[in-house]
């Protein structure tokens, strides 16, 4: 009989999307290598795809702590779910809550991480009397507008009219300076405060204080000044990123051999990493719009004339699902096949972190999502925005004015704009944009160091973890 307690058990539940799922993972990765075992609660959509594209059954095999459970999001299978966001939103709240209630009833679990954007899940733990803390795998700048959205509609800032966008914007303190109209979150700009986004991320934001603690996917040293107006609001708050390169870093200090990471819901096309090996030191612009932005063939045709007219080097992810027409292929003129096949490579699905950190990488055309552009940071790699949606907006504006790491290019799609900013970040302003990507990757790497912020933040909620459990010894 062993005296052993029990380690804590930790429910882990993601927003069941590709970027919350892929930082989920590696913090249920950093807790495993804390000696805490984790249940990682995924939709079956989600679960499925994973078997088929991952590497995390084998990836996780070394984790005795470590399982998966699944549970039904609601949707029918043929559902595009990403793309109709709401409505997975609403089926999660509908049909998946009285579900999660019975997972969490029978677990056994010492506390509940959960995605903030998920309100509910916070009921049923207060109901279950299990310990929540919340995370928010969007930037603190992002959540920090969120926080502030009743302030922006107090001070009559949206819904605005007309169509002047570069108006400050003056209701989201820390901000003043740089936040434009067009810096916000992209639902702003739909000009009706019944907009249901503008509900849905007003109301969720305002839950997360309710929660034990929040985890964040930043780092003090990138968003200190913003951390330091949300802990106004929200005091207990983890600074634990980048989550990505944290777990790099403690397999290292374990000297745990690094098997490849592959959290991805799409296959990877490992035949650009052969590709950027030919290519010389910093040559070659990446070009990525994560996994929900979709472009009208329009759209396509306008960065493809771009990029071939800047003259650089590039490798592009055209997702399958990503262009709205089927009919593109057809549309390629044979001049752009032809300099693509000189200088351009083009695929499916990356695996990103690893591109990232290619020493051919010397540039980021990227749509903003948050996991992209900590990514981008922690390798150095200044970035070209063109934000998508929600986030993006806010985060390309940080990149260009707060942090000085690129261009940001949102609200166009022109040929010679895009020609001329990528000549921008990858010749002529090539050292400077460099210069000041390479300090806040330094800075990003002592955060993650013995005695860094993000590194005693993450023994922090370790310690507040342990401390939830009583411990139970074995039979
Ligand atoms: N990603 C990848 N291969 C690709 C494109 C993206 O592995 O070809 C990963 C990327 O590393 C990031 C995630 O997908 O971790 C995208 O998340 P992000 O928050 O940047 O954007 P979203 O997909 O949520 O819009």
Known sequence: MSQNPRPPHVLIFPLPLQGPVNSTLKLAELLCLAHIDVTFLVTDH???????????????????????????????????????????????????????????????????????????????????????????????????????????????????????????????PGMERYLRRRDLPSFCRSGDLADPNIQLYKTESEENPRAYGLILNTFEELEGPILAEMRSMCPNIYTIGPLHAHLKAKLAAKATSPTAFSNSLWEEDRSCIAWLDSQPPKSVIYVSFGSLAVTTSNQLMEFWHGLVNSGQRFLWVIR????????????????????????????????????????????????????????????????????????????SRLVEEAWKLGLDMKDTCDRSIIEKMVRSLMDVGKEKFLERADQMAKSAKRCLSNGGSSHNNFERLVEDIKSMSAPVPYE
């Open 320 to 395: 399958p699902d990503s262009i709205a027409a089927k009919s593109w292929e057809s549309e390629v003129p044979v001049e752009l096949s032809k300099a693509t096949k000189e200088r351009g490579y083009i695929v499916g699905w990356t695996p990103q972190e690893e591109v990232l950190a290619h020493p051919s990488v010397g540039g980021f055309l990227t749509h903003s999502g948050w996991n992209s552009t900590l990514e981008s940071i922690y390798e150095g790699v200044p970035m070209i925005c063109w934000p998508y949606f929600i986030d993006q907006q806010v985060n």
């Open 46 to 172: 989600i679960h499925a795809r994973l078997l088929r594209h991952s590497n995390i059954q084998t990836r996780f095999s070394s984790y005795p702590g470590f399982r998966i459970q699944t549970i039904s999001d609601g949707l029918p299978e043929a559902h595009p779910r990403g793309d109709r966001f709401l409505e997975l939103f609403d089926s999660l709240k509908s049909k998946t809550k009285p579900l999660f209630k019975e997972v969490l009833r029978c677990g056994g679990f010492s506390c509940v991480i959960a995605d903030g954007i998920l309100g509910f899940t916070c009921d049923v733990a207060n109901e279950v009397r299990v310990p929540i803390f919340y995370i928010r795998t969007i930037s603190a700048a992002c959540l920090w507008v969120f926080f502030c959205i009743p302030k922006i509609i107090e001070a009559g800032e949206i819904p605005f009219e007309g169509d002047d966008l570069d108006i400050l914007v003056k209701s989201v």
